[in-house]
């Protein structure tokens, strides 16, 4: 079964701080992707990244940035010089292959809470 | 930009209720899913549909049915409301296919509480 473990419930930092949200993942699947989403208090959910799992690159955009390794099935997730308008839930997620014709179910983390604070 | 609009953000009802919640999309993505949201547990599937008139089951699917009589509109039916489905219900869509990993557009979700 799939599996996708954030471990940090909560994690308070001040503006400034650099702060790596971790997320590992659990899967028999050779083919999937992983998905990281934001969740503003204002509740809507907003995609961030998708990696596939044959793209180990590191990926940078603007102040965020994503660390994929495939030898720990981590995916951990930073954002430098953090901004209180970055406070929101954080959540990873794993894409499964699905055998019905429509596919790509996701399997989320729990989410970690980030509080940036002045 | 893909717009996913359920029809309420917050919704109260009664125990034993007939429950509905609507949710449109304007992309024209196959594949259109409800979650639910309950502190400590992230988002759980509910059901999800490939195409139309075409349902599968998610993790959570008891006390829940869906109807997708229509491409860009799926509906959550909560057949008899009761307290334990009180909860942030989350509707997404993406392209669909299989081996096509496109990534899910949400919401903004309906707050409901069942009395």
């Known amino acids: 079964a799939q599996k996708v473990t954030q471990a940090q419930t909560e994690i308070s930092v001040v503006e400034k701080e650099d702060v790596t949200l971790d997320c590992v993942y659990e899967?028999?699947?050779?083919?999937?992707?992983l998905f990281w989403y934001k969740q503003p208090p204002s509740g809507e959910l907003v995609f961030l990244i998708r990696?596939?799992?044959?793209?180990?690159q590191n990926e940078i955009s603007g102040r965020y940035s994503w660390n994929f390794q495939k030898s720990t099935s981590s995916f951990n997730f930073t954002i430098t010089a953090s901004q209180v308008v970055d406070s929101a839930v954080y959540f990873c997620?794993?894409?499964?292959?699905?055998?019905?014709?429509?596919?790509?179910?996701?399997?989320f983390g729990t989410g970690t809470q980030l509080k940036v604070e002045l | 930009d893909v717009k996913v609009t359920q029809s309420s953000r917050y919704l109260v009802k009664r125990t034993g209720e007939k429950v509905f919640l609507e949710c449109v999309q304007d992309?024209?993505?196959?594949?259109m899913f409800w979650y639910r949201q309950d502190p400590g547990l992230g988002l759980r599937l509910i059901y999800f549909?490939?195409?139309?008139?075409?349902?599968e089951k998610g993790d959570i699917p008891e006390g829940y049915s869906v109807s997708r009589e229509k491409k860009e509109r799926f509906s959550l039916i909560l057949e008899s409301a009761s307290t334990n489905q009180t909860s942030m219900y989350l509707c997404?869509?993406?392209?669909?296919?299989?081996?096509?990993?496109?990534?899910?557009?949400f919401g903004d979700g309906t707050r409901l509480s069942i009395l």
């Open positions: 992309m024209d993505h196959e594949n």
């Open positions: 997404a869509s993406s392209w669909g296919g299989t081996g096509i990993f496109g990534a899910q557009h």
């Open positions: 899967t028999r699947d050779t083919t999937y992707y």
């Open positions: 549909s490939y195409d139309v008139k075409m349902k």
């Open positions: 997620a794993l894409s499964e292959a699905g055998v019905t014709g429509g596919g790509n179910k996701l399997t």
């Open positions: 990696r596939n799992s044959f793209d180990e």
